[in-house]
């Protein structure tokens, strides 16, 4: 049974639950830099493993639901007008990514990097393309760019070339002797994740019953892939997982630690199953809007937009407070003020401020939005 195409409270729920944890990632790249990435085994602790970990949920999460929006969008136009749309909001994206977004990263431009802004914005403007075909074509198109994407890990050389770099790798590509584009989302599986999106929009349009059916199959569906292809290292991940002399929760760790750069199969398996799984339940729960979370979920390139910076900001200006001076980096080794220590209670308490002020904004927005004229 299929409905007319409406708002999913439940997709603004989960969209608002993903963004406010990509904060908590970027809180913790601005106030509890650590010398040591957080998903290395031999150096982290379980609670800053997690803590970085579960933010795994928030690109694909937001690429996939991206697409499912625009096959919501669609039954309400015709094909060139949403084409239209694609294309113009895509670019736009892509344009934001570039300059404001990477401003906010840095204070200046050092260098660009190409991360989950970019993807949606390349992602909808190839959409525009897709769009035409028939759906069991985008779906096949998708799991051809999706399902056997790690083959080409045995292609990846430390000097790839510049389409290797683009499609699938990443890297740096230099522009100059001190500036250059680092490319930390690979198109590929991002473009193939948005047109599955898409390609499963039919579901959103059926009664509660059969879509909450329908997410809870594809969430066991996809946990069941992940444990079999994990359990024997078989295929999905470049890096296989091993059993560790530290314990059951190392070897879990282990087990767990799926590359997001770029995203592998097992990942994409893993966290989509999750969000699957969140969907299905916040569809069966939630029937109006949730505080905070309905209203980040409603306005994301907002909330994106601005809390990078706001972050930024108050990192900044908490370092210096607190130290005297900024975390650097140099060489990759980690170069830090007299008296820091990266610490998970600093991490989530700014993570919490963060929040309340982005909903004091976020809120003013909306009322803003709303006025007349």
């Not at 769009?131 to 890990?153: E, G, S, V």
């Not at 059969?210 to 994990?230: D, H, M, N, P």
């Not at 930024?312 to 140099?330: E, K, N, P, R, S």
Request: glycine content about 10%; hydrophobic content about 55%; proline content about 7%.
């Amino acid at each position: 049974m299929m409905t007319k195409p409406g708002r999913l409270p439940a997709i603004d729920v989960l969209r608002g639950l993903v963004i406010a944890l990509m904060a908590l990632d970027h809180v913790r790249d601005f106030f509890a830099p650590t010398p040591f990435n957080p998903l290395d085994l031999t150096q982290t602790s379980v609670g800053w493993f997690f803590t970085r970990w579960m933010t795994h949920l928030c690109a694909p999460t937001f690429v996939l639901l991206a697409g499912v929006s625009g096959f919501l969008r669609a039954q309400k136009f015709d094909r060139p007008a949403m084409a239209r749309y694609l294309l113009s909001r895509g670019a736009m994206l892509v344009v934001l990514e570039l300059t404001w977004i990477n401003f906010s990263w840095q204070f200046g431009f050092e260098s660009i990097m190409l991360q989950v802004i970019w993807v949606l914005g390349v992602g909808m403007m190839s959409l525009a393309g897709l769009i035409f075909l028939p759906r069991p074509l985008i779906l096949l198109i998708a799991a051809a760019l999706l399902l056997p994407h790690n083959l080409l890990d045995q292609f990846h050389h430390p000097d790839p070339s510049l389409w290797m770099k683009l499609w699938h790798q990443g890297g740096w590509i230099p522009l100059g002797e001190h500036f250059g584009i680092f490319v930390l989302y690979p198109l590929m599986p991002w473009i193939g994740l948005m047109a599955a999106g898409y390609g499963i929009g039919p579901l959103f349009l059926k009664s509660p019953a059969e879509r909450q059916r329908g997410l809870w199959i594809a969430s066991v569906g996809l946990l069941l892939l992940f444990l079999a292809l994990r359990s024997g290292n078989w295929y999905g991940d470049p890096e296989p997982w091993t059993m560790q002399a530290g314990g059951w929760m190392l070897s879990l760790m282990s087990f767990l630690k799926v590359h997001k750069y770029p995203p592998s199969v097992l990942y994409l398996c893993v966290t989509l199953s999750i969000s699957f799984a969140l969907l299905a339940f916040m569809d069966q729960r939630v029937k109006g809007e949730v505080p905070v979370l309905s209203l980040f979920g409603s306005h994301p390139l907002f909330f994106y937009c601005v809390h990078v910076a706001l972050i930024h900001a108050l990192g900044w200006i908490t370092m210096q407070t607190l130290y005297g001076g900024q975390v650097q980096f140099d060489g990759g080794k980690q170069i830090v003020p007299a008296g820091y220590h990266a610490s998970l209670l600093m991490c989530y308490a700014a993570w919490f401020v963060v929040l309340v002020l982005m909903y004091g904004i976020t809120h003013r927005w909306a009322i803003w939005r709303r006025q007349p004229g």
